[in-house]
């Protein structure tokens, strides 16, 4: 059965920056959780963040640029967390691979794991399309990744690789 790695704070603990979780309604999330295949994981937490933590923001760059070396990843006061970021994105990718999963749901908009848009780097709550560190490197990795808000194409692809 093909497990699903979902951001740790979908219907999860409040482990985000701000200390909230994201609420997730949805038919589809509780027959998955009933069938067991969620794999919860947050990478920040898992790369040593606290709860809170400062706002980070990928700066004057994308994911992909950011997992070539080149790209940072910047807290709203300046510090420089990008390291942090990509391990956080390798254990992600490391956990995926140990449990098996075959795709992944991530809260969109973060700078881990947004999978349509992030926030632009300035600070001041601008967005642009594309994704969060892990989100990227799970997917260059071959997981197919989804927001949190299109569980029913999510569950289309699963029920497609059956
Ligand atoms: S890194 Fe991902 S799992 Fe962790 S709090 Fe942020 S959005 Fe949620």
Redesign the pocket.
Known sequence: MGKILV???LNGRP??FNSTNVSVESEIWDRWESEGRLVAF????AAGFPVPRPPAEIVGSTASVVLQGVGRVEEDNGTDVTDMFVDGANLAVERAKAEGCVMAV??DG?P??GTTYTYDGTFRGGTVEGMGVTAQLLQDQGLRVFPEDQLEEADRYLRGLA
């Open positions: 951001s740790g704070c482990i985000r947050c990478p920040e937490l991530l809260t973060s881990s794991c």
